[in-house]
């Protein structure tokens, strides 16, 4: 009790670093579950955010205290947008599985409320000339009286002005042909070159994320290491600090390799 009277922050700390410790394992598990993270990355990162929050709560001076707390809540608000990263990875590939069966779908009927569904998402993508260069070839001949709403569709999409750089033709991902805005296959060998540009914006998400798994890594194998030194004998410290350092680098790998196709 009286550590309490004598050092109110310090027991303050050691109070309030167990918060971002629970919210990071309880994230980091639901990730793990969802296949989005290795569970050796869950594993050693949990451990390293209890192994934080008990330097914290043990710190022999306030400035070490502070350090470590810092360390625990700094894992959580980096994790946070992170967490929106794969949301967003999750949502682009479902979009990326729709465009490609939209596309199947117009090349066999032209279906104009499956161009326009693949306007729509070309346009989150990115690629809003193409979205109604697209439509526009769609209801070429078409009466305006029967397809009034995609008519009105085309006039929205037309009303936001497009940059130049909208319109240019982009290169096919199998055969580097350059297509213009309209074509939904590739000219030359028929490819769903669009589908790259829908791809390219997983890839982005995925670079950010396995930024975050390394730094995590390297924070956790320093302060896993910095633990093993307080509670080991140096026979036993420098294997473990070894094994450590190894199983480090095989998560860092794991995730980098991860989503390449
Ligand atoms: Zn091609």
Redesign the pocket.
Known sequence: MAFITDNPVGFALAIFVWVPVAIWIQGTLNLAIMAEVDFLFFVMSSFMMVAVGYFTATAPTPGIAWLFFSIAWGQVVLAHPIRTTVRKIELSKIDYDQADKLMDQIGRTLSLVSVVRLGEILRQYGLPGHAVAILDRGLQGKPKQMYASEYQTLASWKRQPLAHQDMRPLA?D??N?LNPPGEIF?R??N?K?LLAFIRATVLQGRTEFKLLIAWTVLVAVSVLVLLSRRFLPTWAFIPLALILIAVGVVVVMKALMRGRR
């Open positions: 096919c199998r055969c042909e590739c030359r060998c490819n070159f």
